[in-house]
């Protein structure tokens, strides 16, 4: 087992920046592929981006492009969301994930779930 806890969620106004941390404990970091997942009221949670264990492949969401940049420090045993240019559509609780073999945008190849942290973006 894993146990993944976000950090670094607030609010901030629509083109501002944030940088959302999450730490795993338990089992080997780098055994896993890590994902951000964001979950907004109502609807279903939804892709954001990964990483795999060697940090040199990323998969992203096609609506954060540019602006999300996912990252991981192994020995740190750390992974990180850079959010810039926020829009008040990235509102949503952020979900950091664990999984295994290939980055992947389907929730049902993560196994570990953090708690959430939230992100709310003002216009």
């Known amino acids: 087992q894993v146990q993944l806890v976000e950090s670094g969620g607030g609010l901030v106004q629509a083109g501002e920046s944030l940088k959302l941390s999450c730490e795993a404990s338990?089992?080997?970091?780098?055994?896993?592929?890590m994902g951000w997942f964001r979950q907004a009221p109502g609807k279903a949670r939804e892709f954001v981006s990964a990483?795999?264990?060697?940090?040199?492949?990323?998969q992203y969401r096609d609506s954060v492009k540019g602006r999300f940049k996912v990252s991981r420090d192994n020995a740190k045993r750390m992974v990180y969301l850079e959010m810039k240019m926020l829009k008040p559509e990235d509102t949503a609780v952020y979900f950091c994930?664990?999984?295994?073999?290939?980055?992947?945008?389907?929730?049902?190849?993560?196994?570990?779930w953090g708690q959430g942290t939230q992100v709310t973006v003002s216009s």
């Open positions: 994930a664990a999984g295994g073999y290939a980055v992947s945008n389907y929730k049902s190849d993560y196994d570990y």
């Open positions: 338990g089992s080997t970091f780098d055994d896993y592929v």
């Open positions: 990483v795999n264990w060697y940090g040199d492949k990323f």
